[in-house]
C-alpha cells in the first residue's frame, strides 16, 4: 500500500499490524467522495472531525507520518520534516475542502509527489504490503476528517 511504499522511500520499516490503541474510523474501507476544481467540499463522513484528535494525530508519528515531512506548530519541533511545505497558517491559505482534497489524494494534484493518498486504496500490484495493510487506506474518513478540522485551525 502506499503507506508501505511511501515509508520504504523514506528508509523506514513498517510493524506488520496496527496497534492495538488504533482510534475510530482507522483502516476502514473508504467511501465515496466528489472532487470539485480542487477541493472536496463534503466531509468523507457524516460531519465535521474533532480538531483536538486532529492535533493529535498531525503530532503522531506512527499513524499520520506528517511531520515526518512537514513543519508546523506541532510538538517536538526538532523532529519536523523539511521535506513539504510548513503547515503554520494553512487554514488561511486554503479552503476546508482544498485541505480534504490534498489529504485524501495529493497525487491527483501533483501526481509525483511523494505524499501518499491517505485515503485511497493504491494499485498493489508488484508491491510488497503487508497482510493486514492490504486494500485498506492508511487512514479512515473520520481521522481524515478530524485532521481537516485542526489544520483548518491554523490561521497565522
Not at 506488520?16 to 476502514?28: D, I, K, Q
Not at 494525530?57 to 526538532?78: E, K, N, V
Request: proline share 6%; glycine share 12%; charged share 20%.
Amino acid at each position: 500500500m502506499m503507506r508501505v511504499a511511501f515509508l520504504a522511500l523514506m528508509g523506514l520499516q513498517l510493524a506488520a499490524s496496527p496497534g492495538a490503541g488504533e482510534e475510530r474510523g482507522s483502516y476502514e474501507e473508504t467511501g465515496s467522495y466528489v472532487v470539485t476544481g480542487d477541493a472536496i467540499m463534503q466531509p468523507l463522513v457524516g460531519g465535521k472531525g474533532d480538531p483536538v484528535r486532529g492535533a493529535a494525530l498531525i503530532a503522531d508519528r506512527q499513524r499520520s507520518l506528517c511531520t515526518l515531512c512537514h513543519s508546523g506548530p506541532f510538538p517536538d519541533a526538532h523532529l519536523h520534516g523539511t521535506l513539504a511545505p510548513d503547515l503554520t497558517g494553512v487554514g488561511a491559505r486554503l479552503s476546508e475542502g482544498q485541505i480534504r482534497l490534498r489529504v485524501v489524494d495529493m497525487k491527483r494534484l501533483v501526481p509525483n509527489t511523494i505524499m501518499p493518498s491517505y485515503y485511497r486504496v493504491a494499485d498493489e500490484q508488484g508491491r510488497r504490503v503487508a497482510t493486514v495493510w492490504r486494500s485498506k487506506p492508511i487512514l479512515g474518513g473520520a481521522d481524515i476528517e478530524d485532521i481537516v478540522a485542526y489544520l483548518t485551525t491554523l490561521k497565522g
